[in-house]
């Protein structure tokens, strides 16, 4: 079926620093998300992204959060700059139309902030 | 607000006996869309089924959910659990127009020999 590719897998990085997160969705898909899991607890709605801009964002997407997608290339999550609180498991999703649509889910990029 | 609600953390079922996880949600709009993904130990969530008919059956790989506005409900069944079958089972929500996909706590389906 369709793929969605995160990259990288994990990362490591200190309290502080600024950390961006990509995402190869699926090719002909318009809507992308970024959801965070911590550790044992549910997937939470962070943003969602449409022709250019955010569409919705939630309460966990703070100041420091930052979504883009250049000229069609990666969808990226980027975190400057990043806490402790920011360590989890950070999965991408794209769908063809919209939140209707099935979502389609990379394999999450786990991040942890030292 | 909107809000999903999967009542089993864990649910623990032996080989051959059937499944059922519970799904309620929370909603004033009248045409929701809910959903049912499930993700297998380290690899991401992938969808199961989904429906936005009314007390319509849906099926797919052996599992069946129904939507009931009445009870806002949209539960998933399965009538022989196999071992495979074990996994993180996530119900969610897309309430309305232009809104996201809001997913439950998730319910952790362990099948047993």
């Known amino acids: 079926g369709p793929k969605v590719l995160q990259i990288p897998s994990h990362q490591i990085i200190d309290m502080g620093q600024m950390v961006t997160l990509n995402c190869d969705p699926v090719?002909?898909?318009?809507?992308f998300y970024w959801y965070k899991q911590i550790l044992g607890q549910q997937m939470e709605f962070l943003v969602n992204?449409?022709?250019?801009?955010?569409?919705?964002k939630s309460k966990l997407f703070k100041d420091q959060f930052s979504v883009e997608r250049p000229d069609g290339s990666y969808f990226t999550l980027k975190i400057q700059p990043t806490a402790l609180e920011d360590s989890a498991v950070y999965f991408c999703a794209s769908s063809l139309e919209g939140s209707a649509e099935t979502l389609y889910f990379g394999s999450g990029t786990r991040l942890t902030v030292l | 607000g909107d809000s999903v609600t999967q009542t089993e953390g864990l649910v623990t079922l032996t080989e051959g006996l059937p499944v059922m996880l519970n799904c309620t949600y929370q909603?004033?709009?009248?045409?929701?869309?809910l959903f049912w993904y499930v993700q297998h130990l380290n690899e991401s969530p992938r969808l199961l089924l989904k429906s936005f008919t009314d007390n319509k059956r849906t099926e797919h790989q052996g599992f069946h959910a129904t939507l009931h506005k009445s009870s806002s409900s949209f539960h998933l069944q399965k009538s022989s659990a196999q071992l495979s079958d074990s996994a993180l089972y996530y119900c969610?929500?897309?309430?309305?127009?232009?809104?996201?996909?809001?997913f439950g706590t998730g319910t952790k389906l362990q099948v047993v020999p």
């Open positions: 992204f449409y022709n250019g801009k955010v569409m919705e």
């Open positions: 909603t004033i709009y009248s045409n929701p869309f």
């Open positions: 090719s002909n898909h318009l809507y």
């Open positions: 969610a929500l897309r309430a309305n127009s232009g809104t996201y996909q809001r």
